[in-house]
């Protein structure tokens, strides 16, 4: 079993690179399928979409825009409950068809908050893409359109999603050691 260490926890192999560039993959075709002769503006939610953004963004097949906001619920290993909006966008949205990029669901209520800011801005049409989704926790209204993987109610890190800040380099995903 492979373990790793990330600040003062211990964490042990969920999945591989390549299981990741699966479920990427998987989210891309049906994105790619469903927005087939349309323009999408993604709107990755930052900072551990990024690694799921920039696999995801290669795959796509349809003509596209890339943006980035910043929202923060965590604080250590739990969500706070408090979503705070830091860096706005920078894409006209209105008429468009919004993608937000999260890279992993789990209360929802970073999504509620998108999905409130998102109507703001008159989408034409408005879904979420994960790479990771923990149904158990989940306690929003609307599950996203696009899940690369169903995991169980585990603190994860690594391919973008971090602990205090450390982890996001990881190629592969851990979760923590009980």
């Given at each position: 079993m492979v373990v790793v260490e990330v600040a003062d926890r211990s964490f042990e192999l969920f999945l591989t690179h390549e299981e990741i560039q699966e479920a990427v993959k998987n989210v891309a075709s049906k994105i790619n399928t469903d927005y087939e002769n349309k323009e999408i503006v993604f709107v990755g939610v930052l900072n551990g979409v990024f690694m799921f953004a920039s696999d995801l963004?290669?795959?796509?097949?349809?003509?596209?825009?890339?943006?980035?906001?910043?929202?923060?619920?965590?604080?250590?290993?739990?969500?706070?409950?408090?979503?705070?909006?830091?860096?706005?966008?920078?894409?006209?949205?209105?008429?468009?068809?919004?993608?937000?990029?999260?890279?992993?669901?789990?209360?929802?209520?970073?999504?509620?908050?998108?999905?409130?800011?998102?109507?703001?801005?008159?989408?034409?049409?408005?879904?979420?893409?994960?790479?990771?989704?923990?149904?158990?926790?989940?306690?929003?209204?609307?599950?996203?359109?696009?899940i690369g993987k169903e995991i169980q109610n585990k603190f994860i890190v690594g391919y973008g999603l971090d602990y205090q800040e450390k982890g996001r380099n990881l190629k592969d995903i851990y979760k923590i050691k009980e």
């Open positions: 963004i290669k795959h796509i097949s349809v003509s596209c825009e890339v943006t980035f906001i910043k929202v923060q619920s965590y604080q250590g290993t739990s969500s706070s409950g408090k979503v705070t909006k830091l860096i706005g966008l920078s894409t006209e949205l209105e008429g468009k068809h919004v993608i937000i990029l999260e890279d992993i669901v789990d209360t929802g209520l970073t999504l509620e908050k998108l999905h409130t800011m998102m109507k703001e801005h008159q989408p034409q049409s408005f879904e979420v893409a994960t790479l990771l989704f923990k149904p158990d926790a989940f306690k929003g209204k609307t599950p996203p359109k696009y």
